[in-house]
Every structure is written in structure tokens, then in C-alpha cells.
């Protein structure tokens, strides 16, 4: 195996090299069961002290994609892509994200939410639509008093989901919810309210609310689009990178 060295260790190096990892395990078609190189081996090719390729190892582990056995080193669980599925960044909130890492998971989010809205608008019965308008009336109150709504704002977007009447499509939106609210937090700090960004979400919130309770699909994906590409803009996000045409006209 060649090495590839990584000059300096940037934030979250384990996850990129347990994505790397994984790659290499699917290339290789290795099968259930298979030993992987020894950490020296693995060192070599990757370029990365036996610290980083532990950390990759758990990784890959926590995932299910492997398992470890004491003294004999680490065999292949699953195939890649069907272990479990997490963001690359982990779960802790206190995390320092990377910015192509928040950028990856707002295009992931808008693979999926500008096709909720959609099919929501199409599915949405007047019980999730009661849901939604509460969601907002809460907002809305958060708004008055300056205070915190980020629990609002995922139950909303949930509430969305749940309108496509497609269980996966649910349990996914929260999923993301409870791995992303820390991107919310700007919008609802006491800098958000002061900024006006609070009041400009909520305003895009509304849109969204309306094309589904109307049943306009078109309308209601393009109000999703707008709001992503508006709240990545709001991170300091450039969500041209997604690659999508569209996105520049959406604001």
C-alpha cells in the first residue's frame, strides 16, 4: 500500500480518514469477516500517526462497519453502507464543525426537505397542518420575547415531514434535527433577534407553511429551497458549491 501523507492535522482528521477507510474497504470488495491491515500498515498508507487511525477505527466501529478483538486487530462488520448511518462530525454539539462539512449536510438537507415540502403539500392532512401552525404561533411568540425557539423551528420542520405521510421520511427529519440544531442557534440567539435574522426565518417559515396549506407543490419546494439557501447564506455559507442553478436564483 502506497502512503498518501496528510501534512498537518486538521479538525476531525479521524473522520476523514475513517471515510477514506471506508472507501478503501468497498474498492477492495473486502468481504464480512476480513482482518484489515495491521496499524502500522494502515499508518503507512494514510500518512497519520497510530492515534488518528485508533480514532478512525472507532469510528468505523461505532458505525458497525467493523469490530475490533483484543490482540488480533480490526475485521469487517458490514459492507460499507449498511451500517448505521451518522453525520461525519459526530454527535457532540460542542464539536467545531468544519465548513465543507456544514455545507455537505445543508445540501444533504436540501435533497430532502424541498422534497418534503413538496410532498407534504400534496399529503398534508388538517392535523399536521394544526401541527405546523402551532409550531409557528410558537415561533412567533419567541420572536415577541426575544427568547430561544430552536425546538420550534425542528418541530417544524418535523411536522413537515410528518405531513408526507412516509415514516422514513419522519424518523430521517428528526434524525437531522437532533444532529443539526446547533445551526439553528444563530437565528434564535439574542444576536439573531437583534439582527433580524429570527424575524427573516420565520418569514420563510411562513411561506413554506402557506404553499403546503394551499397544496402548491411547486411553490412549496421552492419556498424550502429559498429558506436553506438563505439560512446557509446566514452561516456564511456559499450554497453555490451544491452545484445546483437554481440555487442562485433562490433567495
Known sequence: MSATPIPERPPHLSATIAR??????????????????????????????????????????????????????????ARPGQGSFRLLHGPSPSATIPTDEISDVF???CLVETGAAERAALRRTPADLACMREALVRMDE?????????????????????A????????????MGRQFSDSRVPTWS????????????????????????????DAARAAAQAHLVCAARRLGLDP????????????
Open 20 to 77: 477514506q477507510l471506508e472507501r478503501w474497504i468497498s474498492e477492495q470488495r473486502l468481504p464480512r469477516g476480513a482482518q484489515l491491515p495491521t496499524e502500522k500498515l494502515l499508518c503507512e498508507k494514510f500518512g497519520v500517526s497510530r492515534a488518528v487511525i485508533r480514532e478512525a477505527i472507532s469510528r468505523l466501529k461505532a458505525d458497525g462497519c467493523v469490530t475490533t478483538r483484543q490482540g488480533s486487530g480490526a475485521y469487517v462488520a
Open 190 to 217: 439574542g444576536e439573531g433577534h437583534r439582527s433580524g435574522r429570527a424575524r427573516q426565518a420565520q418569514a420563510e417559515h411562513a411561506r413554506i407553511f402557506e404553499a403546503i396549506a394551499c397544496g402548491d407543490a
Open 164 to 175: 408526507t405521510q412516509n415514516p422514513h421520511i419522519e424518523r430521517f427529519q428528526a434524525f
Open 142 to 162: 419567541a420572536i415577541a420575547s426575544a427568547s430561544d425557539a430552536v425546538g420550534d423551528d425542528d418541530a417544524f420542520h418535523v411536522a413537515i415531514a410528518a
Open 240 to 251: 453555490l458549491r451544491w452545484g445546483n442553478e437554481q440555487l442562485e436564483r433562490a433567495q
Open 107 to 109: 445540501e444533504l438537507r
